[in-house]
Protein backbone atom coordinates (compact mmCIF):
# COMPACT_ATOMS: atom_id res chain seq x y z
CA UNK A 1 0.00 0.00 0.00
CA UNK A 2 2.78 2.21 0.51
CA UNK A 3 3.96 1.92 -2.75
CA UNK A 4 0.75 3.03 -4.34
CA UNK A 5 0.58 6.23 -1.83
CA UNK A 6 4.23 6.99 -3.22
CA UNK A 7 3.34 6.79 -6.79
CA UNK A 8 0.10 8.81 -6.43
CA UNK A 9 2.21 11.32 -4.55
CA UNK A 10 5.04 11.57 -7.05
CA UNK A 11 2.03 11.76 -9.29
CA UNK A 12 0.35 14.59 -7.77
CA UNK A 13 4.41 16.45 -7.14
CA UNK A 14 4.58 15.92 -10.77
CA UNK A 15 1.88 17.55 -11.97
CA UNK A 16 1.91 20.69 -9.40
CA UNK A 17 5.59 21.24 -10.55
CA UNK A 18 4.40 20.86 -14.20
CA UNK A 19 1.91 23.38 -13.35
CA UNK A 20 3.93 25.93 -11.63
CA UNK A 21 6.94 25.77 -14.54
CA UNK A 22 4.22 26.50 -17.41
CA UNK A 23 2.89 29.66 -15.12
CA UNK A 24 6.09 30.78 -15.60
CA UNK A 25 5.11 31.44 -19.50
CA UNK A 26 3.75 34.54 -19.69
CA UNK A 27 0.91 33.58 -22.62
CA UNK A 28 -0.36 30.64 -20.27
CA UNK A 29 -0.49 32.49 -17.43
CA UNK A 30 -2.68 35.08 -19.32
CA UNK A 31 -4.87 32.42 -20.96
CA UNK A 32 -5.41 30.94 -17.67
CA UNK A 33 -6.22 33.68 -15.62
CA UNK A 34 -8.77 34.69 -18.56
CA UNK A 35 -9.98 31.12 -18.52
CA UNK A 36 -10.38 31.12 -14.77
CA UNK A 37 -12.42 34.75 -15.02
CA UNK A 38 -14.54 33.00 -17.60
CA UNK A 39 -15.51 29.91 -15.21
CA UNK A 40 -15.97 32.06 -12.42
CA UNK A 41 -18.76 34.44 -14.23
CA UNK A 42 -20.88 31.44 -15.92
CA UNK A 43 -20.85 29.80 -12.06
CA UNK A 44 -22.06 32.99 -10.97
CA UNK A 45 -24.47 32.97 -13.04
CA UNK A 46 -25.36 29.51 -12.89
CA UNK A 47 -25.77 29.89 -9.38
CA UNK A 48 -28.12 33.27 -9.84
CA UNK A 49 -29.82 31.77 -12.83
CA UNK A 50 -30.42 28.05 -12.06
CA UNK A 51 -33.92 28.34 -14.19
CA UNK A 52 -32.45 29.84 -16.67
CA UNK A 53 -29.72 27.09 -17.03
CA UNK A 54 -32.30 24.53 -16.34
CA UNK A 55 -34.17 25.57 -19.55
CA UNK A 56 -31.07 25.75 -21.64
CA UNK A 57 -30.03 22.54 -20.64
CA UNK A 58 -33.60 21.25 -21.68
CA UNK A 59 -33.09 22.95 -24.72
CA UNK A 60 -29.88 20.99 -25.90
CA UNK A 61 -31.35 17.67 -24.41
CA UNK A 62 -34.35 17.78 -26.32
CA UNK A 63 -32.26 18.96 -29.84
CA UNK A 64 -30.39 15.75 -29.45
CA UNK A 65 -33.01 13.88 -28.85
CA UNK A 66 -34.70 15.39 -31.95
CA UNK A 67 -31.09 14.70 -33.85
CA UNK A 68 -31.12 11.13 -32.65
CA UNK A 69 -34.58 10.33 -33.91
CA UNK A 70 -33.75 11.85 -37.04
CA UNK A 71 -30.99 10.00 -37.56
CA UNK A 72 -32.34 6.52 -36.65
CA UNK A 73 -35.56 7.25 -38.62
CA UNK A 74 -32.30 7.96 -41.99
CA UNK A 75 -30.95 4.55 -41.09
CA UNK A 76 -34.47 2.84 -41.25
CA UNK A 77 -35.28 4.18 -44.68
CA UNK A 78 -32.08 3.50 -45.81
CA UNK A 79 -31.85 0.07 -44.57
CA UNK A 80 -35.58 -0.41 -46.27
CA UNK A 81 -33.82 0.44 -49.77
CA UNK A 82 -30.74 -1.87 -48.94
CA UNK A 83 -33.27 -4.51 -48.42
CA UNK A 84 -35.18 -3.35 -51.54
CA UNK A 85 -31.88 -3.32 -53.89
CA UNK A 86 -31.25 -7.36 -52.57
CA UNK A 87 -34.59 -8.26 -53.67
CA UNK A 88 -34.31 -6.40 -56.96
CA UNK A 89 -30.54 -6.70 -57.98
CA UNK A 90 -31.01 -10.57 -58.42
CA UNK A 91 -33.55 -9.93 -61.25
CA UNK A 92 -31.71 -7.79 -62.57
CA UNK A 93 -28.36 -9.43 -62.55
CA UNK A 94 -30.04 -11.86 -64.70
CA UNK A 95 -31.53 -10.06 -67.02
CA UNK A 96 -28.33 -8.01 -67.68
CA UNK A 97 -26.65 -11.85 -68.21
CA UNK A 98 -29.25 -12.88 -70.73
CA UNK A 99 -29.17 -9.74 -72.65
CA UNK A 100 -24.96 -9.97 -72.50
CA UNK A 101 -25.63 -13.72 -73.87
CA UNK A 102 -28.06 -12.60 -76.48
CA UNK A 103 -25.50 -10.46 -77.82
CA UNK A 104 -22.64 -12.60 -77.25
CA UNK A 105 -24.41 -15.31 -79.14
CA UNK A 106 -25.51 -13.22 -82.11
CA UNK A 107 -22.43 -11.57 -82.82
CA UNK A 108 -20.79 -14.27 -84.41
CA UNK A 109 -23.76 -15.09 -86.57
CA UNK A 110 -24.03 -11.40 -87.57
CA UNK A 111 -20.11 -11.63 -88.64
CA UNK A 112 -20.84 -14.54 -90.52
CA UNK A 113 -23.28 -13.54 -92.33
CA UNK A 114 -21.53 -10.22 -93.43
Known amino acids: MAKKSR ?42 NPDVVTATLKEKYEDVRTTIEQVSED ?7 VEQLKEVTPPVMEIVQDTKEAFTTKAPHDHEEK
Do not use: P
Open 75 to 81: VAFLAGK
Open 7 to 48: LVDGILIGALVGAAVSMLHRETREHTIERGKKLKDKTMFAFQ
